[in-house]
Structure formats: C-alpha cells, structure tokens
C-alpha cells in the first residue's frame, strides 16, 4: 500500500492515543512520563512500490515503571518462579499496550481474479499487551500477547480501497478472494542484549544480540539477531520495535539515558527466522482458502538512524529488505520504516 504518491496509502487514526492512555490512566505507577510510539511501514515509503507486505501500522503506548512492591509486579514475579522468564533481578519493568494493523496483496492488484502463484489479499488487525522488564545487567525481556482478526473484519480492503479511490487511483481488484476470516491470537518472547563495544552513552559503540519466538495461529518462528549502533543515547533503548515478524526492537524506552539536547545514532542489523507458518501465505486454519507455498527460511537486513530531539521526542528512519518469503516470488521486498517516539 502506497504512501505520499499515487500509490501511496496512509489512513489517519484518530483518537487511538487517547483510548491506550486512558486504558492505563489510574494505575498505581512511578512518577515518570509514559510514552507513545506511532510507527508507520510501507514499501513505497521511499520506494515506487505497491506489493506482498504492503502495509503496516503500529500505535503503542509504554506505561511508565512499575513502583517496586506495586501490584503491578505480580505478573513479572509469577513468571519469575513458575518459568524460566523474568527471573532475573529487575532494574527496570514496564507495561506496553498497542494497537495495529498489516495488509497485504498480491504484486499485480489489477488482476480478478488474482494470480493464483502470488502473495493472497489479506489483513491482520490486532491490538495486544506487553509485559517488559530491563535486569540489572545487560538484557531486556519482551512478552507479549496479541489478539485480533485476519480476514474481511481486519479491514484491509477498505483501508486500501477507500484511500486509492480517495486519491483517484484505482485499488486492488481481487480482495473478494482474501483469506477469510478467523480470530488471531499470538504470544511471542523475546531477548535482547547491550553489549559495549567502544567508547561510552555519551558517543559509543555497542551491539544488541536477539533471540526469541512467536506461537499462535498467525505466525510461528523462531528468531535471531543482531544490530550494530554507532552515535550517542545508546543506554536509552535496545533498539527502535518493529512490526513482527521483522528484526524487533522493544516498546522500552529509559528517558535518563536519553538525556536532553539534539543527539542519535546510526544502525545496521540483520535477523534470520525459521519460519513454521504464516497464515497470510498458508492460508486459514479450518476452511479453505487461498495459499501459496512458504519459505522455511526467511532474513532480514536494515538500515536507518534514531534521532533525539530530547528525552521527550525522538524519530526513528529506516529501510528493510526481506528475502523472499515464498515460492515464486521473483526478488526481495523493500520496506520504508518511519516511526515517531514521544512523551506528553
């Protein structure tokens, strides 16, 4: 779905900041701010390009650290002593709610019906929780769980139509073929790692090893990764988050080691996955529906650069390329990632 030309497809959300709020508002927190993030991929962001992963919006809100002793702790402790999870002495825990939505189509969206051998029309629209705790070490822990629906009720269609009709420009013709409907659910834990390499937070070199997995009916796979960041402010995250499956970053946010005054840096990172399914290439789960054949083995690789205005605001710009993801497909995608990070 395409964005600032032609092609281009973003759709206002309004009110969504204030629902997520207000959904924490009254919890017995620390005093610090809580923080929005408002990511934005699309593959004509920076290219000229309307295909397979086309689209994808993600609102979150990270709720400011939990007080010590809080009953928002009991969560993290329960997991701490039953699983092998949140065991570690916290330095830091937070919650993150968040809202999204992804679409994709087929290469030609002129075709109806669409090409049987490409990518299906489909739309995964979710909203889901996070549980995330910083150790007194080097790692960050991310749990998360996510709910919502693939098929017609995600709205993709509409989402993509109504904009394309809204511009002048015709949508795509075959979303009566898309995958049906089906409620989503998807629980995914993940590992991260801040290991310094050179220099120190004010100007630094560092690398952010990952490692996790994502279970339900929309996607599983295991994940591995790792970026390399060069600049200043690297204490204040573990990299920018991401819409999965991708190279993920975290809602985490620490606004001390942001600091004040202009700084940023520059990364480059890549993620490899096994992939054991997709639902938005295998198909639904309990009725028959379009599907092409997936790809076992799928990676990553981006680029981009984090700027900081202050510990309040900061903006994030990047570009992924994905290998192919299933079979026929002729060459990588291209994804156009800007997000923009901030606290009222």
Not at 22 to 28: I, M, S
Not at 162 to 183: A, C, L, S, T, V
Not at 284 to 298: E, G, T
Request: charged fraction near 20%.
């Amino acid at each position: 779905m395409a964005l600032f030309d032609r092609q281009a497809c973003s759709i206002p959300r309004a009110g969504l900041a204030a629902l997520l709020l207000a959904l924490l508002g009254g919890h017995a927190l620390a005093d610090d701010r809580g923080r929005f993030n408002i990511l934005e991929e699309n593959d004509s962001l920076y290219f000229n390009s309307d295909k397979h992963y086309t689209q994808g919006f993600r609102l979150s809100y990270l709720a400011p650290s939990v007080k010590p002793g809080d009953a928002f702790d009991w969560p993290f402790d329960f997991l701490g002593a039953a699983t092998p999870i949140f065991a570690a002495p916290a330095a830091d825990r937070r919650y993150a709610l968040l809202f999204g939505q992804s679409i994709f189509t087929p290469k030609n969206l002129t075709l109806n019906p669409p090409d049987p051998h490409d990518r299906p029309y489909a739309g995964w629209l979710y909203g889901g929780v996070s549980l995330v705790q910083k150790d007194a070490g080097v790692m960050l822990e991310n749990l998360e769980l996510d709910l919502g629906v693939v098929g017609p009720g995600a709205l993709g269609e509409q989402i993509q139509n109504d904009w394309h009709q809204f511009i002048g420009i015709n949508g795509g013709q075959g979303w009566q073929d898309q995958i049906q409907n089906e409620p989503g659910a998807d629980l995914t834990y993940q590992r991260l790692w801040r290991l310094p390499i050179a220099g120190s937070d004010g100007f630094g070199i560092d690398a952010v090893p990952e490692a996790g997995a994502t279970a339900g009916n929309v996607f599983i796979f295991g994940e591995v990764g790792a970026m390399l960041r060069i600049g200043s402010r690297l204490g204040a995250d573990y990299g920018p988050v991401r819409v999965r499956p991708a190279f993920s970053g975290t809602d985490y946010f620490d606004s001390e080691q942001a600091g004040d005054g202009l700084g940023g840096y520059f990364y480059i990172g890549t993620q490899g996955r096994v992939v054991g399914h997709n639902i938005f290439l295998d198909g639904n789960s309990f009725r028959q529906s379009p599907s092409v054949p997936r790809k076992v083995l799928v990676g990553d690789v981006e680029g981009g650069f984090a700027l900081f205005w202050s510990r309040r605001l900061r903006a994030d710009f990047s570009v992924t390329q994905r290998t192919e993801e299933f079979d026929g497909q002729k060459t990588p995608d291209e994804i156009g990632i800007a997000e923009l990070s901030f606290s009222l």
